[in-house]
């Protein structure tokens, strides 16, 4: 690393911590406030646990503004000592002054890609489960609702619904089975009143079946049976929240449940918009570097970085939207990906060919 890249990172990591180590601060002002007037129990340990987990939770949603803060406190003192003209005398482009700073984007993006897979889904259920027994003083339970998956056979289709299953006990209520001949005739309507669902086997306590082959024939069930591609233990995780699941457990649900028939929007659309979040702190500071250096007006640039904040994560929450408000394939948010990507290239080509001083 050459002297003038340790200066440049000297510089902004002094900026950085110390915004970062401010806002973290107003994380555990409000931590403490909140458990103060909010809690419904006053052991130290909570808030103790509370702050503790709510301080790299903070640090991650929080950094795509703390970053490009510090990013404009930086430049802004560049340009003040013409830094950033020097550096073009000497042939250096305005890419080649930010890299330091974009490199440390990057990196970070990575950290936290690989934070999503470990250490944060763990702690947003811990900040959950204190929030709804400590907090909000309810139950928590381990139930999954409305679930819908299918079976291929060499006979037909399975079509299974299970209204609430209880993933500690196996036991469900409300189910519905409809099988389905190769050729798309509908042979026999399962209703369950009550289960159990154990290792790979769902067995049927009590209901009624309507068998379509032999007329409109009904019977009562007594210990109906059906074998499932998944175990019990695989179905737990569709009862937790899906910030809780880490991305590798988000990419298994997302290809087991297209098996079994699915709806997996919802796993594909929470990575890809982790993938996106992870990488929108280095995406806007490219955008916002072209923009500061092109014009050297510290004031526009704290303009632009709000506007594409909110371009950013607008794209990054894409997915998201169109797989639970819009009911579309998350897929089409790489539209909007793709056309961010081309903008920011178009901006750091602009940085790599410089600019007219």
Same mark, same amino acid.
């Given at each position: ?9 000297? &510089? ?10 401010? $806002? ?13 007037? #909010?809690?419904? !129990? ?5 808030? +103790? ?9 903070? +640090? ?16 802004? @003192?560049?340009?003040?000592? =013409?830094?950033?003209?020097?550096? &073009? ?12 700073? #974009? ?12 934070? =999503? ?20 003083? &309810?139950?928590?339970?381990? %139930? !999954? ?16 619904? %299970? ?10 209520? =409300? ?17 369950? %009143? ?10 049927? *306590? ?6 379509? @082959? ?8 007594? =210990? ?49 918009? @982790?993938?996106?979040? $992870? ?13 500061? /250096? ?32 819009? *009911?579309?394939?998350? &897929?089409? #948010? ?16 602009? /940085? ?6």
């Amino acid at each position: 690393m050459k002297l003038f890249d340790r200066y440049l990172l000297s &510089q902004f990591f002094k900026i950085f911590l110390t915004l970062e180590i401010a $806002s973290l601060l107003l994380v555990i002002v409000y931590a403490v406030t909140d458990f103060l007037l #909010a809690f419904k !129990v006053s052991d130290t340990k909570v808030v +103790f646990l509370y702050t503790l987990y709510l301080l790299p939770t903070s +640090f991650y949603i929080l950094s795509p503004v703390v970053f490009n803060l510090s990013a404009l406190v930086f430049f802004r @003192r560049l340009l003040a000592k =013409n830094v950033d003209l020097t550096a &073009q005398s000497f042939t250096l482009s305005p890419l080649r002054l930010s890299m330091p700073v #974009a490199i440390v984007g990057f990196l970070m993006g990575g950290l936290f890609l690989f934070m =999503n897979e470990s250490l944060l889904p763990t702690l947003f259920k811990k900040l959950w489960y204190i929030e709804k027994v400590f907090k909000k003083k &309810q139950e928590v339970g381990r %139930i !999954v609702s409305q679930l819908w998956f299918l079976k291929k056979t060499q006979t037909g289709k399975y079509f299974v619904y %299970i209204g609430n299953l209880d993933v500690r006990t196996g036991r469900f209520t =409300n189910l519905f089975i409809l099988t389905v001949s190769h050729r798309g005739k509908i042979e026999e309507v399962v209703e369950g %009143i009550s289960g159990r669902w154990e290792g790979k086997n769902i067995f049927v *306590n009590s209901g009624k079946a309507y068998d379509f @082959r032999r007329g409109y024939f009904a019977e009562e069930l007594r =210990n109906l049976s059906l074998k499932t591609e998944i175990d019990l233990s695989e179905v737990g995780i569709f009862a937790e929240k899906i910030t809780h699941v880490r991305m590798s457990a988000l990419l298994s649900l997302y290809m087991k449940g297209s098996l079994l028939g699915l709806d997996v929007n919802r796993y594909l659309s929470e990575v890809l918009y @982790r993938v996106g979040m $992870s990488f929108l702190p280095v995406v806007v500071f490219l955008l916002i570097t072209e923009r500061v /250096l092109r014009g050297r007006n510290f004031k526009k640039g704290f303009l632009y970085l709000f506007l594409y904040l909110g371009v950013g994560w607008f794209v990054a929450s894409s997915p998201k939207v169109l797989a639970d408000k819009a *009911n579309l394939q998350p &897929q089409y #948010a790489l539209i909007f990906y793709a056309l961010l990507l081309s903008y920011l290239l178009k901006r750091v080509y602009d /940085l790599h060919k410089g600019f007219r001083l």
